[in-house]
């Protein structure tokens, strides 16, 4: 038995619970070359998966990734579509391909995302940028994905991180008063509890349906996630101190680990292929195991709120009452 702690890796996961990968079909956003969902494909590629559909801005990132995964194992059907998370028209064709292409969806793992950007912009449905790549353009294609994802009683993986300590949403203010209020750091973290809070809502929505989940991959130091978003050490500073000041009494500030990318896939896949996690979902994993949130974190009125904010940003009802 797989020891489950900061230190397990991904191959480690496969290695023990990799038999429930056999014959599935994984929808994985944002598995682009020298990112966690590439590593996290590539090590799943030693099951033996029926199907991976990579979803992604750009298929020259990807293309590395596929042929990898297809050197390691070429019986793995590979379906490269493409998505756009700043552009609702791009992710409702993504969804509409994925359903021509499928006839179920195992797990689908919503990791795609930025970091702490540090101008205000807006996604071409004028909603800030953290918000629609990490959260809203996610929340948009799980429900539009979500029939085929029951017919399999299936499992939603949504990334996060320690960052929602950061902030809570606003379902006020989503544009930080028309980026005149803009924090890099603030956006990120009321993204990341966007992503805690949706997982909770679509337990709520779904219950017994399908299995939702949400992971916290840590600090990968050799990722490109950080430096593809100019994150430099006084920046990290800068964040790290803001969630310090957030937390309530008695809590320790959140102080980042830095983690091997073969540590930071490990929670995401052990939330994949687990099936003993389907009695404790929904639930926050971190460093492998079953960890608590701050209550912002869970509350189902802001779950609520959240949801029928995003159904009057994407303009469409998908019935959460």
Same mark, same amino acid.
């Given at each position: 038995?797989?020891?489950?702690?900061?230190?397990?890796?991904?191959?480690?996961?496969?290695?023990?619970?990799?038999?429930?990968?056999?014959?599935?079909?994984?929808?994985?956003?944002?598995?682009?070359?020298?990112?966690?969902?590439?590593?996290?494909?590539?090590?799943?590629?030693?099951?033996?998966?029926?199907?991976?559909?990579?979803?992604? &801005?750009?298929?020259?990132?990807?293309?590395?990734?596929?042929?990898?995964?297809?050197?390691? /194992?070429?019986?793995?059907?590979?379906?490269?579509?493409?998505?756009?998370? +700043?552009?609702?028209?791009?992710?409702?064709?993504?969804?509409?391909?994925?359903?021509?292409?499928?006839?179920?969806?195992?797990?689908?793992i919503n990791n795609a995302g930025v970091a702490a950007k540090k101008q205000f912009?807006?996604?071409?449905?004028?909603?800030?940028?953290?918000?629609?790549?990490?959260?809203?353009?996610?929340?948009?294609?799980t429900n539009l994905l979500v029939d085929k994802i029951v017919k399999s009683n299936?499992?939603?993986?949504?990334?996060?991180?320690?960052?929602?300590?950061?902030?809570?949403? /606003?379902?006020?203010?989503?544009?930080?008063?028309?980026?005149?209020?803009?924090?890099?750091?603030?956006?990120?973290?009321?993204?990341?509890?966007?992503?805690?809070?949706?997982?909770?809502?679509?337990?709520?929505?779904?219950?017994?349906?399908?299995?939702?989940?949400?992971?916290?991959?840590?600090?990968?130091?050799?990722?490109?996630?950080?430096?593809?978003?100019?994150?430099?050490?006084?920046?990290?500073?800068?964040?790290?101190?803001?969630?310090?000041?957030?937390?309530?009494?008695?809590?320790?500030?959140?102080?980042?680990?830095?983690?091997?990318?073969?540590?930071?896939?490990?929670?995401?896949? &052990?939330?994949?292929?687990?099936?003993?996690?389907?009695?404790?979902?929904?639930?926050? +994993?971190?460093?492998?195991?079953?960890?608590?949130?701050?209550?912002?974190?869970?509350?189902?009125?802001?779950?609520?709120?959240?949801?029928?904010?995003?159904?009057?940003?994407? &303009?469409? &009802?998908?019935?959460?009452?």
């Amino acid at each position: 038995m797989v020891e489950l702690n900061l230190n397990t890796t991904g191959e480690q996961i496969v290695a023990e619970y990799g038999a429930h990968a056999d014959g599935k079909t994984f929808v994985v956003t944002g598995p682009s070359a020298g990112g966690l969902g590439a590593e996290l494909l590539i090590t799943l590629a030693a099951a033996k998966p029926a199907h991976f559909v990579l979803l992604g &801005r750009t298929e020259s990132k990807i293309t590395p990734v596929i042929e990898r995964i297809r050197a390691i /194992n070429p019986d793995i059907k590979l379906t490269f579509l493409h998505l756009d998370l +700043l552009d609702n028209s791009s992710v409702r064709k993504a969804a509409a391909d994925i359903n021509a292409a499928v006839d179920t969806i195992d797990v689908l793992i919503n990791n795609a995302g930025v970091a702490a950007k540090k101008q205000f912009s807006l996604s071409k449905d004028g909603i800030e940028a953290h918000f629609a790549t990490n959260y809203l353009g996610h929340f948009l294609m799980t429900n539009l994905l979500v029939d085929k994802i029951v017919k399999s009683n299936g499992i939603v993986v949504n990334v996060s991180s320690t960052a929602y300590t950061l902030a809570e949403t /606003n379902t006020d203010d989503p544009n930080f008063n028309d980026g005149k209020d803009y924090h890099p750091w603030v956006a990120y973290g009321r993204s990341k509890t966007a992503n805690i809070l949706f997982t909770y809502a679509l337990a709520e929505k779904y219950r017994g349906d399908l299995v939702s989940l949400v992971a916290d991959p840590g600090m990968a130091h050799d990722s490109q996630l950080l430096v593809n978003n100019a994150v430099d050490d006084a920046f990290l500073a800068d964040g790290i101190k803001l969630a310090g000041e957030r937390m309530p009494p008695g809590h320790p500030p959140p102080m980042p680990t830095l983690v091997s990318m073969q540590q930071a896939i490990a929670t995401g896949l &052990r939330a994949a292929l687990d099936p003993e996690l389907k009695a404790s979902a929904p639930a926050f +994993l971190k460093e492998c195991n079953i960890a608590s949130t701050l209550p912002y974190a869970h509350d189902k009125a802001e779950a609520l709120k959240l949801w029928h904010l995003s159904e009057k940003l994407v &303009r469409e &009802r998908f019935g959460l009452k």
